[in-house]
């Protein structure tokens, strides 16, 4: 799955990074542009919902 979030900081990454871990999932953060990308089963409401705790605007982008 492909989110867009909008991080602008190592912080802002850092939030991601402590949302998906309560998940135990897979993922990678490319804060560059502002993606984060999840290999998980769960469905993409489920992450996107975990990546709006954050507190960013996050937007689903699609199947990866």
Do not use: W
């Amino acid at each position: 799955h492909e989110f867009f979030v909008d991080m602008t900081c190592e912080g802002c990454s850092g939030a991601v990074t402590r949302v998906l871990r309560k998940l135990h999932v897979k993922f990678d953060i490319d804060l560059p542009n502002k993606k984060v990308f999840v290999e998980s089963e769960q469905s993409s409401e489920v992450l996107l919902e975990t990546l709006k705790k954050t507190g960013k605007t996050v937007t689903y982008i699609g199947a990866k």
